[in-house]
């Protein structure tokens, strides 16, 4: 359900700013094939994630550190396979929490079957938060004196923006409180593929987006959230919706900005959308 819900997201299209079927989005150094390589690389580590969660006993630091040891060799294939290109940095990070986390989680309640229910995937995103809340103090403590620092590392000092780690931490409300409930509401009235892209565009005048701050600044985001957010209200249909994704996707490709860690998002909330049977 992770490897697929990773093809899912590549796969939606037309998506502004962002690598699908039709388009490399805002990128020049991947396409639709380098995110094809890329989850290939990293669908192997996923059982690993969930095996980690099922079998673990001890407590949660250790859970963490087991889990980040694994996503390290993760993430190294990834990049062995894309040339060294990050197509799914976050979305691995992600993923090894939640997988940890729902392992856990299944073990704990003796799960046997699926659909998890709307509790069991609010234990588990608590359960994540659990996992990751030293992070941001942990991982952001000594920055002042590295000589190199990660994209992450430069939004927290210059705008104190805590991204990914922020969101895990608290339990990923944007997938609690906006995606989720979205996907729920919405499940049964729209097809699938116009349901992820009208999600997307939900989440993106919504969310903070460490790829758009990263390239564009405060000003570029908000920007876009706005843009979206008329998107989002104007109730169009499937047609117009379409229309105007393909139109926008122009938008942000000559803005040179992609919403990347809002892709993440839609990935996750796919993969426990696939767990809640809502598809």
């Given at each position: 359900m992770a490897e697929k819900a990773l093809l899912y997201e590549v796969s939606l299209s037309p998506k502004p700013g962002l690598v699908d079927r039709y388009s490399n989005g805002a990128h020049k150094d991947m396409d639709f094939f380098t995110f094809i390589d890329s989850i290939v690389s990293l669908t192997p580590y996923f059982k690993s994630y969930f095996n980690i969660g099922f079998q673990h006993t001890g407590s949660d630091t250790d859970l963490f550190q087991h889990l980040r040891q694994v996503g390290a060799l993760a993430e190294k294939a990834m990049l062995t396979a894309t040339h060294n290109v990050n197509t799914h940095k976050?979305?691995?990070?992600?993923?090894?929490?939640?997988?940890?986390?729902?392992?856990?989680?299944?073990?704990?309640?003796?799960?046997?079957?699926?659909?998890?229910?709307?509790?069991?995937?609010?234990?588990?995103?608590?359960?994540?938060?659990?996992?990751?809340?030293?992070?941001?103090?942990?991982?952001?403590?000594?920055?002042?004196?590295?000589?190199?620092?990660?994209?992450?590392?430069?939004?927290?000092?210059?705008?104190?923006?805590?991204?990914?780690?922020?969101?895990?931490?608290?339990?990923?409300?944007?997938?609690s409180q906006l995606l989720l409930p979205f996907l729920r509401h919405y499940s049964t009235l729209y097809s699938k593929e116009e349901l992820l892209l009208r999600a997307l565009v939900f989440l993106m005048s919504e969310v903070e987006d460490g790829n758009l701050l990263h390239r564009g600044g405060i000003d570029a985001w908000e920007q876009i959230k706005i843009e979206t957010k008329k998107i989002h209200q104007a109730n169009l249909t499937k047609e117009a919706l379409l229309d105007e994704l393909t139109r926008y996707d122009q938008v942000l490709i000559e803005r040179h900005l992609s919403p990347g860690g809002t892709a993440d998002l839609l990935v996750l909330g796919i993969f426990f959308a696939q767990l809640e049977d809502l598809f």
């Amino acid at each position: 359900m992770a490897e697929k819900a990773l093809l899912y997201e590549v796969s939606l299209s037309p998506k502004p700013g962002l690598v699908d079927r039709y388009s490399n989005g805002a990128h020049k150094d991947m396409d639709f094939f380098t995110f094809i390589d890329s989850i290939v690389s990293l669908t192997p580590y996923f059982k690993s994630y969930f095996n980690i969660g099922f079998q673990h006993t001890g407590s949660d630091t250790d859970l963490f550190q087991h889990l980040r040891q694994v996503g390290a060799l993760a993430e190294k294939a990834m990049l062995t396979a894309t040339h060294n290109v990050n197509t799914h940095k976050g979305a691995n990070f992600s993923l090894a929490v939640l997988l940890g986390a729902t392992g856990l989680h299944v073990k704990k309640n003796q799960l046997t079957s699926l659909p998890l229910t709307k509790t069991d995937t609010e234990q588990i995103l608590s359960k994540a938060g659990h996992l990751t809340n030293h992070l941001i103090e942990y991982d952001f403590q000594d920055l002042s004196h590295k000589s190199t620092l990660t994209h992450g590392e430069k939004l927290y000092l210059t705008h104190g923006i805590t991204g990914i780690r922020g969101e895990a931490a608290a339990g990923y409300p944007s997938l609690s409180q906006l995606l989720l409930p979205f996907l729920r509401h919405y499940s049964t009235l729209y097809s699938k593929e116009e349901l992820l892209l009208r999600a997307l565009v939900f989440l993106m005048s919504e969310v903070e987006d460490g790829n758009l701050l990263h390239r564009g600044g405060i000003d570029a985001w908000e920007q876009i959230k706005i843009e979206t957010k008329k998107i989002h209200q104007a109730n169009l249909t499937k047609e117009a919706l379409l229309d105007e994704l393909t139109r926008y996707d122009q938008v942000l490709i000559e803005r040179h900005l992609s919403p990347g860690g809002t892709a993440d998002l839609l990935v996750l909330g796919i993969f426990f959308a696939q767990l809640e049977d809502l598809f």
